[in-house]
Protein backbone atom coordinates (compact mmCIF):
# COMPACT_ATOMS: atom_id res chain seq x y z
CA UNK A 1 0.00 0.00 0.00
CA UNK A 2 1.28 3.58 -1.13
CA UNK A 3 -0.90 5.41 1.30
CA UNK A 4 -1.24 3.77 4.98
CA UNK A 5 -3.66 5.19 7.27
CA UNK A 6 -3.60 4.70 11.12
CA UNK A 7 -5.42 5.67 14.16
CA UNK A 8 -4.29 6.86 17.55
CA UNK A 9 -7.61 7.88 19.23
CA UNK A 10 -8.95 11.05 17.44
CA UNK A 11 -6.04 11.19 15.11
CA UNK A 12 -6.03 9.94 11.61
CA UNK A 13 -2.53 9.85 10.45
CA UNK A 14 -1.82 9.15 6.57
CA UNK A 15 1.35 8.24 5.55
CA UNK A 16 3.34 8.41 2.06
CA UNK A 17 4.84 4.89 1.92
CA UNK A 18 6.57 4.85 -1.72
CA UNK A 19 10.24 4.95 0.18
CA UNK A 20 11.92 3.53 -3.25
CA UNK A 21 10.56 6.19 -5.24
CA UNK A 22 11.01 8.93 -2.60
CA UNK A 23 7.24 8.66 -2.09
CA UNK A 24 6.29 10.33 -5.61
CA UNK A 25 2.72 10.72 -5.58
CA UNK A 26 1.10 8.44 -8.69
CA UNK A 27 -2.85 8.63 -9.62
CA UNK A 28 -3.65 5.84 -7.89
CA UNK A 29 -2.06 7.77 -4.44
CA UNK A 30 -3.79 10.94 -5.42
CA UNK A 31 -7.02 9.00 -5.25
CA UNK A 32 -5.57 7.50 -2.18
CA UNK A 33 -4.80 10.69 -0.33
CA UNK A 34 -8.65 11.89 -1.64
CA UNK A 35 -10.25 9.04 -0.09
CA UNK A 36 -8.31 9.12 3.14
CA UNK A 37 -9.09 12.83 3.78
CA UNK A 38 -12.90 12.49 3.03
CA UNK A 39 -13.35 9.36 4.83
CA UNK A 40 -10.79 11.18 8.03
CA UNK A 41 -13.63 14.63 7.60
CA UNK A 42 -16.52 12.43 7.58
CA UNK A 43 -15.90 9.92 10.58
CA UNK A 44 -16.74 12.06 13.72
CA UNK A 45 -14.41 10.20 15.93
CA UNK A 46 -11.20 12.08 14.04
CA UNK A 47 -10.60 15.17 15.23
CA UNK A 48 -7.14 15.95 13.43
CA UNK A 49 -5.20 14.48 10.36
CA UNK A 50 -1.41 13.92 10.35
CA UNK A 51 0.31 13.72 6.44
CA UNK A 52 3.65 12.06 7.27
CA UNK A 53 6.39 9.67 5.25
CA UNK A 54 9.23 7.82 6.42
CA UNK A 55 11.87 9.45 8.86
CA UNK A 56 14.15 10.27 5.85
CA UNK A 57 11.76 11.54 3.00
CA UNK A 58 8.40 13.27 3.70
CA UNK A 59 7.96 13.52 -0.80
CA UNK A 60 9.53 13.91 -3.88
CA UNK A 61 6.67 15.26 -5.34
CA UNK A 62 4.40 14.19 -8.36
CA UNK A 63 5.73 11.64 -9.82
CA UNK A 64 7.15 12.63 -13.16
CA UNK A 65 7.21 9.28 -15.01
CA UNK A 66 3.44 8.82 -14.55
CA UNK A 67 2.80 12.33 -15.08
CA UNK A 68 4.28 12.26 -18.27
CA UNK A 69 1.97 8.52 -18.85
CA UNK A 70 -1.17 9.71 -17.18
CA UNK A 71 -1.08 13.92 -17.65
CA UNK A 72 -4.14 15.33 -15.66
CA UNK A 73 -7.17 16.03 -17.59
CA UNK A 74 -9.12 17.93 -15.68
CA UNK A 75 -10.90 19.19 -12.60
CA UNK A 76 -12.16 15.50 -12.39
CA UNK A 77 -8.35 14.10 -12.73
CA UNK A 78 -7.10 12.04 -9.03
CA UNK A 79 -4.85 15.14 -8.43
CA UNK A 80 -7.50 17.70 -8.81
CA UNK A 81 -9.49 15.46 -6.42
CA UNK A 82 -6.95 15.51 -3.63
CA UNK A 83 -6.04 19.48 -4.15
CA UNK A 84 -10.08 19.81 -3.67
CA UNK A 85 -10.23 17.72 -0.41
CA UNK A 86 -7.09 19.01 1.06
CA UNK A 87 -8.43 22.77 0.52
CA UNK A 88 -11.95 22.07 2.12
CA UNK A 89 -10.72 19.99 4.47
CA UNK A 90 -12.62 21.69 7.63
CA UNK A 91 -10.64 19.54 10.21
CA UNK A 92 -7.17 20.45 11.36
CA UNK A 93 -4.37 19.28 8.86
CA UNK A 94 -0.74 18.79 10.59
CA UNK A 95 2.21 17.78 9.02
CA UNK A 96 5.61 16.20 9.72
CA UNK A 97 8.50 16.60 7.58
CA UNK A 98 11.72 14.83 7.06
CA UNK A 99 13.93 15.31 3.93
CA UNK A 100 12.58 15.87 0.46
CA UNK A 101 9.16 18.07 0.00
CA UNK A 102 9.35 18.70 -3.39
CA UNK A 103 6.97 20.16 -5.38
CA UNK A 104 3.23 19.08 -4.02
CA UNK A 105 5.48 17.91 -1.10
CA UNK A 106 6.03 21.24 -0.03
CA UNK A 107 2.97 22.97 -1.82
CA UNK A 108 0.27 20.97 0.05
CA UNK A 109 2.21 22.63 3.81
CA UNK A 110 0.64 26.18 2.45
CA UNK A 111 -2.83 23.89 3.26
CA UNK A 112 -1.52 22.39 6.56
CA UNK A 113 -2.75 24.54 9.76
CA UNK A 114 0.54 22.87 11.89
CA UNK A 115 4.25 21.90 9.86
CA UNK A 116 6.69 20.72 12.50
CA UNK A 117 9.95 20.03 9.96
CA UNK A 118 12.89 18.39 10.55
CA UNK A 119 16.83 20.18 10.72
CA UNK A 120 17.14 17.46 8.22
CA UNK A 121 13.56 18.14 6.20
CA UNK A 122 14.64 20.07 2.33
CA UNK A 123 11.97 21.81 0.06
CA UNK A 124 11.82 22.54 -2.99
CA UNK A 125 9.55 24.51 -5.55
CA UNK A 126 10.97 23.57 -9.07
CA UNK A 127 7.80 24.33 -11.50
CA UNK A 128 9.03 26.53 -13.47
CA UNK A 129 12.08 24.37 -13.98
CA UNK A 130 10.62 21.52 -14.99
CA UNK A 131 8.59 24.18 -17.57
CA UNK A 132 5.37 23.86 -15.62
CA UNK A 133 3.69 26.65 -13.49
CA UNK A 134 2.80 26.80 -9.46
CA UNK A 135 0.16 24.37 -8.51
CA UNK A 136 -2.47 24.18 -5.21
CA UNK A 137 -2.93 27.75 -5.00
CA UNK A 138 0.96 28.53 -4.17
CA UNK A 139 0.79 31.10 -6.80
CA UNK A 140 -1.41 32.79 -4.43
CA UNK A 141 -0.59 31.28 -1.05
CA UNK A 142 3.05 32.01 -0.80
CA UNK A 143 3.12 35.66 -1.84
CA UNK A 144 0.25 35.65 1.26
CA UNK A 145 2.75 34.03 3.75
CA UNK A 146 6.13 34.59 2.70
CA UNK A 147 6.06 37.98 1.15
CA UNK A 148 5.99 39.07 -2.82
CA UNK A 149 9.99 38.43 -2.87
CA UNK A 150 10.50 36.07 -0.99
CA UNK A 151 7.69 33.35 -3.14
CA UNK A 152 9.09 34.91 -6.28
CA UNK A 153 12.78 33.86 -5.70
CA UNK A 154 11.39 30.37 -4.17
CA UNK A 155 8.99 29.99 -7.46
CA UNK A 156 11.02 31.31 -9.69
CA UNK A 157 14.98 30.11 -9.16
CA UNK A 158 12.68 26.81 -8.00
CA UNK A 159 16.31 26.04 -5.63
CA UNK A 160 16.43 23.50 -2.98
CA UNK A 161 15.93 25.46 1.03
CA UNK A 162 16.18 24.11 4.31
CA UNK A 163 13.41 24.25 7.43
CA UNK A 164 14.68 27.33 8.45
CA UNK A 165 14.27 29.04 4.97
CA UNK A 166 10.92 27.57 5.43
CA UNK A 167 10.08 28.60 8.50
CA UNK A 168 11.31 32.37 7.89
CA UNK A 169 9.03 32.34 4.80
CA UNK A 170 6.23 31.42 6.84
CA UNK A 171 4.81 28.14 6.49
CA UNK A 172 6.45 25.98 8.60
CA UNK A 173 5.31 26.18 12.59
CA UNK A 174 8.59 25.06 14.20
CA UNK A 175 11.97 23.34 13.13
CA UNK A 176 12.53 20.33 15.27
CA UNK A 177 15.09 17.93 15.75
CA UNK A 178 14.94 15.52 12.49
CA UNK A 179 14.25 12.64 15.10
CA UNK A 180 11.17 14.75 17.08
CA UNK A 181 9.10 15.65 13.50
CA UNK A 182 6.84 13.02 13.88
CA UNK A 183 6.38 12.91 17.76
CA UNK A 184 6.27 17.22 17.53
CA UNK A 185 3.32 16.91 15.22
CA UNK A 186 1.72 14.05 17.16
CA UNK A 187 1.88 15.63 20.28
CA UNK A 188 0.39 18.78 18.60
CA UNK A 189 -2.88 16.75 16.97
CA UNK A 190 -3.56 15.30 20.40
CA UNK A 191 -3.53 18.72 21.89
CA UNK A 192 -6.28 20.17 18.94
CA UNK A 193 -7.77 17.28 19.31
CA UNK A 194 -8.58 17.48 22.91
CA UNK A 195 -10.06 20.70 22.39
CA UNK A 196 -13.81 21.48 21.86
CA UNK A 197 -14.28 20.18 18.71
CA UNK A 198 -16.53 23.05 17.38
CA UNK A 199 -14.44 25.69 18.47
CA UNK A 200 -11.40 23.77 16.54
CA UNK A 201 -13.41 23.62 13.64
CA UNK A 202 -14.92 27.15 14.00
CA UNK A 203 -11.87 28.40 14.63
CA UNK A 204 -10.16 27.05 11.21
CA UNK A 205 -12.98 28.03 8.42
CA UNK A 206 -12.43 32.04 10.47
CA UNK A 207 -8.77 31.54 9.51
CA UNK A 208 -9.72 30.16 6.29
CA UNK A 209 -12.97 32.05 4.67
CA UNK A 210 -11.36 35.16 3.96
CA UNK A 211 -9.36 33.75 1.13
CA UNK A 212 -11.32 30.78 -0.06
CA UNK A 213 -12.40 32.00 -3.06
CA UNK A 214 -9.50 32.80 -4.21
CA UNK A 215 -7.57 29.85 -3.44
CA UNK A 216 -10.63 28.06 -5.06
CA UNK A 217 -10.02 30.32 -8.28
CA UNK A 218 -6.23 29.95 -8.06
CA UNK A 219 -6.50 26.21 -8.24
CA UNK A 220 -8.58 26.64 -11.55
CA UNK A 221 -6.18 29.01 -13.39
CA UNK A 222 -3.32 27.57 -12.35
CA UNK A 223 -4.82 23.89 -13.05
CA UNK A 224 -5.62 25.35 -16.91
CA UNK A 225 -2.10 26.75 -17.20
CA UNK A 226 -0.76 23.15 -15.45
CA UNK A 227 -2.49 21.08 -18.14
CA UNK A 228 -1.52 23.38 -21.20
CA UNK A 229 2.30 23.53 -19.96
CA UNK A 230 2.73 19.63 -19.57
CA UNK A 231 2.50 19.44 -23.57
CA UNK A 232 4.65 22.15 -24.45
CA UNK A 233 8.60 21.25 -25.11
CA UNK A 234 10.43 22.42 -22.45
CA UNK A 235 8.29 20.34 -19.97
CA UNK A 236 8.77 17.56 -22.29
CA UNK A 237 12.47 18.03 -22.16
CA UNK A 238 12.65 18.39 -18.63
CA UNK A 239 10.43 15.14 -17.63
CA UNK A 240 12.16 13.45 -20.49
CA UNK A 241 15.91 14.38 -18.98
CA UNK A 242 14.90 13.71 -15.21
CA UNK A 243 13.73 9.73 -16.71
CA UNK A 244 17.10 9.87 -18.57
CA UNK A 245 19.52 11.36 -15.77
CA UNK A 246 20.88 14.29 -17.22
CA UNK A 247 20.60 17.66 -17.21
CA UNK A 248 17.64 19.41 -19.00
CA UNK A 249 18.66 21.39 -22.15
CA UNK A 250 15.94 24.57 -22.82
CA UNK A 251 18.32 26.18 -24.98
CA UNK A 252 16.68 25.41 -28.19
CA UNK A 253 13.34 26.04 -26.38
CA UNK A 254 11.27 29.10 -26.41
N1 LIG B 1 8.95 10.97 -9.85
C1 LIG B 1 9.34 9.74 -10.21
N2 LIG B 1 10.39 9.10 -9.67
C2 LIG B 1 11.07 9.75 -8.71
C3 LIG B 1 10.72 11.04 -8.28
C4 LIG B 1 9.61 11.66 -8.90
N3 LIG B 1 9.18 12.87 -8.53
N4 LIG B 1 11.60 11.43 -7.33
C5 LIG B 1 12.46 10.41 -7.16
N5 LIG B 1 12.14 9.40 -7.99
C6 LIG B 1 12.83 8.11 -8.13
C7 LIG B 1 14.16 8.24 -8.84
O1 LIG B 1 13.99 8.23 -10.24
C8 LIG B 1 14.87 7.02 -8.31
O2 LIG B 1 14.38 5.90 -9.01
P1 LIG B 1 15.37 4.69 -9.46
O3 LIG B 1 15.96 4.19 -8.15
O4 LIG B 1 14.45 3.71 -10.10
O5 LIG B 1 16.40 5.31 -10.37
C9 LIG B 1 14.38 6.91 -6.87
O6 LIG B 1 13.14 7.61 -6.83
C10 LIG B 1 15.30 7.52 -5.87
O7 LIG B 1 15.52 8.88 -6.22
P2 LIG B 1 16.96 9.57 -6.24
O8 LIG B 1 16.90 10.77 -7.13
O9 LIG B 1 18.02 8.55 -6.54
O10 LIG B 1 17.10 10.00 -4.69
P3 LIG B 1 17.96 11.20 -4.11
O11 LIG B 1 17.93 10.99 -2.63
O12 LIG B 1 19.28 11.31 -4.79
O13 LIG B 1 17.13 12.54 -4.45
C11 LIG B 1 15.16 13.90 -4.66
C12 LIG B 1 15.84 12.73 -3.93
C13 LIG B 1 13.71 13.95 -4.18
C14 LIG B 1 15.87 15.21 -4.28
C15 LIG B 1 15.25 13.67 -6.19
O14 LIG B 1 14.80 12.34 -6.45
C16 LIG B 1 14.41 14.61 -7.01
O15 LIG B 1 14.76 15.75 -7.18
N6 LIG B 1 13.30 14.10 -7.56
C17 LIG B 1 12.46 14.84 -8.48
C18 LIG B 1 11.58 15.80 -7.72
C19 LIG B 1 10.65 16.55 -8.65
O16 LIG B 1 11.05 17.24 -9.56
N7 LIG B 1 9.33 16.39 -8.39
C20 LIG B 1 8.30 16.93 -9.22
C21 LIG B 1 7.73 18.14 -8.62
S1 LIG B 1 6.45 18.81 -9.63
Redesign the pocket.
Known amino acids: MDIVTSRDGAVLAIEFNRP ?3 N ?1 FTSDMYLALAAALREGERDDSVRAIIFHGQPT ?1 FT ?8 MKRPPQGTDSPVFRFLEAATEAAKPLIAAVNG ?1 A ?4 TTLLLHCDLVYAGDDA ?1 F ?1 L ?2 AS ?1 G ?1 VP ?1 FASSYLLPLVAGYQRAAELLLLGE ?1 FDAQKAHAAGFVTAVVPAAQALDTAREAARKVAALPVKSVRLTKALLKDAHRAAVRNQLQVEGEHFREMLGEPAAREALAA ?2 E ?1 RAPDFSKIR
Open positions: QKKAVSGNDLEDFPVGIGRRPFLLEAFLK
